[in-house]
């Protein structure tokens, strides 16, 4: 029974591992700047507690940043590399670049050093090689930590597709190959190194002292750097450019026709177009002149058109053949670009026509834009406003489709009358003519209501924009109207504040000049009951002055008396002594007037001094 828990506790165990495994966890970031592990549902698989956190890789692992260093962990959130490292990493080839102390080193998935921490920098594995970094000086190590290509080279790139066995290298300012064991297969020594192309084929352009040649993948130069500009490869043949001159190479390298021309296209259905003294004409792929470059321009003919090209001379247009010879003599003002189904649309005084490559005249000249459309009929147009309108001519010059349709429309209508022709196996009879005039009369017709109903429509759309437009002009006067009014408001407002606030100020003042005017008052009371003290004084002065001048020598010599202390020097006191205590004068109600306190209302002699004033 124990044996039967243990082994279903097992299996639910590697259950919950093989489903923690094999879901898709994806890395996010929350409001607080922290990184966890969200589910396909959005549910929160591994916290949100890392400062940065990447997807995981096809291992399971994710690298994950913590306290400021970098580790990895597992889908459970396991810690499978511990945080020490200055970087994230990645495993490749069972070994992942990491950064310790300032130098970058390799570790396996067991945490172990595998290659010393001792580069400036390094880059990831791939085909049993890595770029490593050290005194500014790039190379490649294996897995073994051995130094394939020392690290001597200024920049190093990776193996290219075109040529996985080597690797660009640059040295002192010069650029070259070096192959997987370090073997440099072609010095530093170009300018420039575009690498081999699917154009190319087995080359890769090279630059040397501004001069471009190619060379191959043992490293020789199949085309040394001579040229001007060697541009790609079309087909078989590369243009070059020498002293300002034009002409192809081959892929063996060989000058096929020498840079002789002001300028060349590349070849097509075996010629190219060439520009000599400003005239124009064609070669072939051997180099001879098959329509020789005296043409003012043969215009951008893509090739010979049904063997004929179209070419100009004195502003007269005509057409040659393969062999230069001028088939259709060049007296036209114009033509089409080239034949179709052996006709031309040509203008001459004017007027277009159509012609044959005999330059026969096939379809009449008349007024309107001609292009020659099938054996029997032809395209006519005229730029009506506000667009070009089309039509259909047949052989006779008769208008089979009015010019009131667009170039589509006119084509299908073509297309139906030469249906009628193919069935009746002779030219339109009157009666096809009359039938296809009826359609387009309805057609007309009916574009007429079409123009009129999208006439109205506009017409209307125009007047429910402009009713919109005057109803948002009157909305936004009338909002401008109402911040005038809320402006004026609020400047009301204002003005009643500071008239409010200039009152107050007045009133402040006005309270202020009322209190000193009343200190004044007080101060004035105060002299007046210090003049009245000072009076006092002097008469109490005067008074002791004259008992003393009667007194005898012997009274002269006796020591002075002490004030009474009821009386205080009076010798009298107040029958009806004020009770409003000490303290600066106030006004006293029987006295009417501001009195100090103590002062008498009805007085007699002072009973303790006998009204001497002293005891």
Known sequence: MNKIKFFSVLILLLAVSVNAYGQVLNSQKNKKEKWGYVNEKGKTVIPFKYEFAFDFSPIGWAPVKLNGKWGCIDKNDNVVIPFKYDNSMWFSEDLANVKLNGKWGFIDKNDNEVIPFKY???????????????NEKWG??????????PPKYDKIDIFYEQNKEWAKVTLNGKIGFIDRTGNEVVPPKYDEIRGFSSQSGEWALVKLNDKYGFIDKTGSEVVPPKYDLIYVFEGDFANVKLNGKYGFIDKTGKEVIPPKYDNINDFNNGFAKVKLDDKFGYIDKSGNEVIPPKYDNSYNTPDFSEGLFRVKLNDKSGFVDRTGKEIIPLIYDDADNKFKNGLAAVKLNGKWGVIDKTGKEVIPFMNGELTAFSEEFALISYYISPSRKYGVVDRLGREVVPMIYTEQEAKLKAMRAENMILSNKTPLTEQQMEQLKQEASNDELRMMVEAEVKRQE??????????????????????????????????EQRRLQEEQWRQERIQAVQQGLQNASQNIQQMQRQQQRQNQQINQQMNNLQRNNTQSSGSTSSSQSETPRPTCSMCKGEGKVDTEVATFGLGEPKWCDKCKKDMPAGHCHGCKLCPACGGKGYL
């Open 140 to 149: 490649f190590i294996d897995k073994t930590g051995s130094e394939v290509a």
């Open 120 to 134: 400036d920098d390094a880059d990831r594995f791939s085909e049993g090689l890595a770029k490593v970094k050290l």
């Open 458 to 491: 506009e017409a209307t759309q125009a007047e429910l924009e402009r009713i919109l437009k005057a109803e948002k002009e009157a909305e936004e006067k009338r909002l401008a109207e109402a911040e005038k009014e809320q402006q004026r408001f609020a400047d």
